[in-house]
Nanobody
Framework: QVQLVESGGGLVQVGDALRLSCENP????????MGWFRQAPGKERECVAG????????DLHDSVRGRFIVSRDNTPNTGYLQMNNLKPEDTAVYYC?????????????????WGQGTPVPVSS
């Protein structure tokens, strides 16, 4: 069930930067934590970043540390994933998802609402 709206994906070249946005179209409705996941072809969905409503963040996935930055604006409830120095192995469909406040996790289970997914193909 899609409840969040993502934007900002698209075809990029190696070394390019891209910023994904994730909006809650219902506006500010309660507090929630936000995770960013990606799923490459033939692979399982993995968490690359996450941020809580209070401002804390998950450690970035090893493969994106030093290149990706997660942030959010609680008014309105919008999250961002800044992706720098993109590599071919970053090619995937990227998803944002929301979980109840205090549920921030790398696991999929706490996340009840998901964005529609936005493809990010990185061309070499």
């Amino acid at each position: 069930q899609v409840q969040l709206v993502e934007s900002g994906g698209g075809l990029v070249q190696v070394g390019d930067a891209l910023r994904l946005s994730c909006e809650n179209p219902r506006g500010t409705v309660g507090r929630f934590d936000m995770g960013w996941f990606r799923q490459a072809p033939g692979k399982e969905r993995e968490c690359v970043a996450g941020s809580s409503w209070s401002g804390t963040s998950l450690d970035l996935h090893d493969s994106v540390r030093g290149r990706f930055i997660v942030s959010r604006d609680n008014t309105p409830n919008t999250g961002y994933l800044q992706m720098n120095n993109l590599k071919p192995e970053d090619t995937a469909v990227y998803y944002c998802a929301s979980a109840p406040f205090h549920s921030l996790s790398r696991n999929i289970e706490p996340y009840h609402f998901w964005g529609q997914g936005t493809p990010v193909p990185v061309s070499s």
